[in-house]
């Protein structure tokens, strides 16, 4: 049976609570990494593979959960590098003040790299059958190297300067924000051993909640307060951010919202009709996003 998203989070921070102190060999640094780690946040990255694992008939086991639980690792490790003073210089991450504020720039840089480097260490040093480890390990590097992730947090300062058109601005979120949550969704499949055309289903859904992660995110810093979201709002607009609010004003990116989770509904009815399983557990990650019932009314 399928969990619901607040059990996945109390198992995934649970494990984050009980391990990282064995992997990591200096105090200060451990403090450094293990603050940002457990300040919170809503661990919808190793919950999706979690729920994915369990849709697909398969049981979350020990090495299942580390696979998992790495990913937010690697995630907390982009957050902590995004936050430093010579990227967007953020004092205010999850209600709490920055790694770099807490810890100074110099570690805070090196907890995030002891980060990066223990995620994929949790990924292969495992249980796992050889070839999940190894394409688990692949695919996260594509998610997060220089053709995913990472390219995409130079897209976003190189667009700084400069306008984007619609196609370029989903581009550049595709890989800053959807590259991860689409392989969250994969790395189910991928534990479970699915054929690849279940896993190219997988991903397409992976793709539409990134890409519908991104807009709500981009939604939230314009209508949400500091409080409510427990960081610093209306920022993109003063630092000349490309967002969907700002190419699109709130209606339409209210509308492209609406549009992109009517899409990974569809794709969310799909695998259910190609694998015979019920992917009815989506639903409640897809819930996440709330959208205006006059603008949903005409998806």
Not at 79 to 90: G, Q, T, V
Request: proline content about 2%; some cysteine; hydrophobic content about 40%.
């Amino acid at each position: 049976m399928v969990k619901s998203v607040a059990q996945y989070q109390e198992m995934i921070n649970d494990y984050l609570a009980h391990h990282l102190h064995d992997d990591v060999d200096e105090s200060t640094l451990f403090s450094s990494m293990n603050y940002s780690l457990m300040a919170g946040g809503k661990r919808l990255r190793p919950a999706l593979t979690l729920a994915v694992v369990e849709m697909t008939g398969g049981v979350i086991t020990a090495d299942c959960l580390q696979a998992a639980c790495a990913l937010e690792l690697l995630h907390t490790y982009s957050l902590i590098h995004d936050d430093l003073p010579a990227m967007d210089n953020d004092n205010l991450r999850r209600g709490k003040a920055t790694n770099h504020v807490r810890f100074g720039a110099g570690m805070a840089t090196l907890a995030g790299d002891g980060l990066l480097t223990l995620a994929f260490q949790w990924v292969s040093d495992n249980g796992l059958p050889s070839a999940v480890r190894a394409e688990l390990t692949r695919q996260l590097s594509l998610a997060a190297g220089p053709s995913g992730m990472v390219a995409g947090q130079a897209r976003d300062i190189l667009g700084e300067q400069r306008n984007l058109d619609l196609p370029a601005l989903r581009y550049l979120h595709r890989q800053k924000t959807g590259a991860l949550l689409q392989y969250a969704v994969k790395a189910g499949g991928i534990l479970t051993r699915q054929s690849e055309p279940v896993i190219e289903q997988l991903a397409r859904f992976g793709a539409q909640y990134g890409l519908a992660f991104q807009i709500y995110d981009d939604i939230l810093d314009v209508t949400a307060s500091a409080a409510q979201l427990g960081k610093a709002t209306h920022k993109d607009a003063g630092e000349h951010k490309n967002t969907y609010p700002g190419l699109l004003g709130l209606t339409g990116a209210q509308e492209q919202l609406a549009a992109t989770v009517a899409a990974a509904r569809q794709t969310q009815q799909r695998l259910s009709q190609m694998t015979g399983h019920s992917f009815d557990g989506f639903s409640q990650f897809l819930a996440y996003f709330k959208i205006s019932s006059n603008v949903e009314e005409k998806h």
